[in-house]
Antibody, heavy 113, light 110 residues
């Protein structure tokens, strides 16, 4: 059974950094494109970005609001994907989900002074 | 950036049929946008029901189907059940590099 578990969320001040992790199991991680999606409180889903499998180049794509501030990486040896978030803004406050075929349960990031 | 549009809300009677649609500000939606449909029930994580226009996962109830119709992606629910009450989001891929979610449709089964 596919499982995705996010961790690393918490509270941070504007301008700060946070690194989210997503531990996966139950599927062929090395072949999977991994995505991050966020949901601000009471709002809809927003695509953050994704990383392709290494066999397809391992390249990343990002949504405009986070480009240049967020970085997605993967460690196929550990079946993990990461989201490094720098220069955080209050509008980045959201539950962050990692997703492949299935979705994780999400981790809350709060950016507030 | 492209804007993906969905009906804000729809209501369907139990046992009835409803079609949710997904349009793009850039023009007609095609299978080349690889439409996905994601369901989210209150207080729960999302789950993908349909991928690449009309493909189902093992957990997708047979009463859900996806298509591209009249320049929009569509999710049809035939034989609505109370447990289908949820928010439904479509997402489209643009030039293989950017993915955009629609604003979501709140489906009420009443």
């Amino acid at each position: 059974e596919e499982q995705l578990v996010e961790s690393g969320g918490g509270s941070v001040k504007p301008g700060g950094s946070l690194r989210l992790s997503c531990a996966t199991s139950g599927f062929s991680f090395s072949n999977a494109w991994m995505s991050w999606v966020r949901q601000a409180p009471g709002k809809g889903l927003e695509w953050v970005g994704r990383i392709k499998s290494k066999t397809e180049g391992g390249t990343t794509d990002y949504a405009a609001p986070v480009k240049g501030r967020f970085t997605i990486s993967r460690d196929d040896s550990k079946n993990m994907v990461y989201l490094q978030m720098d220069s955080l803004k209050t509008e980045d406050t959201a539950v962050y989900y990692c997703a492949a075929v299935g979705w994780g349960q999400g981790t809350l990031v709060t950016v507030s002074s | 950036q492209a804007v993906v549009t969905q009906e804000p809300s729809l209501t369907v009677s139990p046992g009835g049929t409803v079609t949710l649609t997904c349009g793009s500000s850039t023009g007609a939606v095609t299978s080349g946008h690889y439409p996905y449909w994601v369901q989210q029930k209150p207080g729960q994580a999302p789950r993908t029901l349909i991928y690449d226009t009309n493909n189902k996962h093992s957990w997708t109830p047979a009463r859900f189907s996806g298509s591209v119709l009249g320049g929009k992606a569509a999710l049809t629910l035939s034989g609505a059940q109370p447990e289908d009450e949820a928010d439904y989001y479509c997402l489209l891929s643009y030039s293989g590099a950017v993915v955009v979610f629609g604003g979501g449709t709140k489906l009420t089964v009443l």
